[in-house]
């Protein structure tokens, strides 16, 4: 529920700043503001995008965690309840803290890990096309570990209201 009033917050947050966009605008700076726009709701946009995605596959090893946890692949030698366990981290935790855009940064290195540990262990000798998601993934999590979550996000209104108190009292 939280995050659907965050989602919906969210939108009217976007509709008012293009409409403010457009009124407010002049011709000679239209494209910056409008370009400026366009890549913050790409940002906002990638982030819903791939943690949604993700989220559908970390929400089924979530509901199944108790039988998984005695099958589940151990590739890096610390038992299969425990690689479960920090996968669906991964794939639920981080993913939604991804669509929240909160600890954006932080919040891809265990997606990251996770798809390389999928891409290059238990995906080792497949061919190409057995890994392509997990490295699909794993580059969209690098460029977004990059770029960050953008205006649309908590980080943003996180990192504006600390700047607004140190200034006062600083």
Known sequence: HSAYVF???????????????MKTENNS?????????????????LRLLVGGF?????????QNFEYLSTVFPDPLGVGSSLSLGMIVFAEVVCSILLML???TRLSTIPLIIGMGVAAFFIHANDPFSGKEMALLYMGIYVIIALIGGGKYSIDYLLRNQYAKICSSYC
């Open 7 to 21: 989602i919906t917050h969210t939108v009217q947050l976007i509709i008012n700043k293009k409409n403010n966009f």
């Open 29 to 45: 700076s239209c494209c910056t503001s409008s370009s400026e726009y366009s890549q913050q709701i790409g940002k906002l946009a």
């Open 54 to 62: 993700m989220l559908t596959h970390g929400l089924p090893k979530l």
């Open 101 to 103: 855009g909160l600890f």
